[in-house]
């Protein structure tokens, strides 16, 4: 693929740009108020790409190679880890199963039940640690906030409960003539006049502007496009008139 030089991005850009601003312009005013629809493209405006840097070519096979011996040496140190912690495991359930601890004593721990339930007693749920204290205090504050927040929520359910019974109440008490009259026959009249005199008074500045637009590149104000990079728009603008019309260079 060929590679693009940091002029050819630049030209693109300025390209870019330049249509941009066109669609944007068009998209604000009318058509026929439009001085510049589309660049006048010299026969020297294009340039030219730069030629291809020559790559060395890529040996596919060496790179498999390479894959395959990396992929093969990853899961023989799966495997061999899988196999030592298997092991691992395998000895310490055998040195948990060895050890039978019978004292005369019967308060004392043991790390095997003598009737085989399965249960192991640990040091660590008799004692339990500061952090393992701390932790349980926090989940015992949590429940506790949760239970408060469902009171509250069922609280605003019944309130919500007895203001629709009160409402339905004094539907059923209100009489059907009174229902369908507004309590205020002209508010909808007087929000009408409203609007209208709104209208009306800002009428004006709804007027379509007849008298002077300016072209996308205001040649005064800068125009109205962001400029980058650092450099005034002058410069800007010289540089992005070269690329619409290099007839018009003696402008400046």
């Avoid at 940091?6 to 439009?34: C, G, T, V």
């Avoid at 007027?207 to 002077?212: L, N, P, S, V």
């Avoid at 800068?222 to 005034?232: K, L, T």
């Amino acid at each position: 693929m060929p590679t693009l030089s940091q002029a050819d991005l630049d030209h693109i850009d300025l390209a870019l740009e330049f249509h941009q601003s066109n669609y944007d312009n068009a998209m604000i005013y009318p058509a026929k108020f439009m001085f510049i629809a589309f660049p006048i493209v010299s026969s020297t405006t294009p340039k030219p790409l730069t030629p291809p840097p020559s790559t060395p070519t890529l040996d596919l096979d060496n790179l498999v190679r390479q894959i395959k011996a990396q992929w093969n040496r990853e899961q023989a140190l799966q495997r061999k880890q899988g196999f030592e912690r298997a092991q691992e495991l395998q000895d310490a359930a055998s040195l948990v199963f060895n050890q039978e601890y019978t004292h005369s004593d019967s308060t004392s721990m043991s790390f095997t039940d003598r009737n085989r339930t399965g249960k192991y007693i640990s040091i660590s749920d008799a004692y339990p640690s500061p952090e393992t204290q701390m932790m349980q205090a926090q989940e015992a504050e949590m429940k506790a906030r949760e239970a408060e927040i469902k009171a509250q929520e069922a609280e605003i359910k019944a309130k919500e409960a007895e203001i629709k019974a009160q409402e339905a109440e004094r539907q059923a008490t209100t009489p059907a003539s009174l229902k369908y009259i507004s309590p205020n026959p002209d508010a909808t009249a007087s929000f009408f006049a409203r609007h209208l005199r709104k209208f009306h008074s800002t009428k004006k500045e709804f007027r379509i502007q007849t008298r002077y637009i300016s072209p996308p590149f205001d040649l005064r104000s800068g125009g109205p496009e962001i400029v980058r990079g650092g450099e005034n728009k002058p410069e800007r603008l010289r540089r992005i008139w070269a690329h619409v019309c290099p007839a018009r260079l003696r402008l400046f």
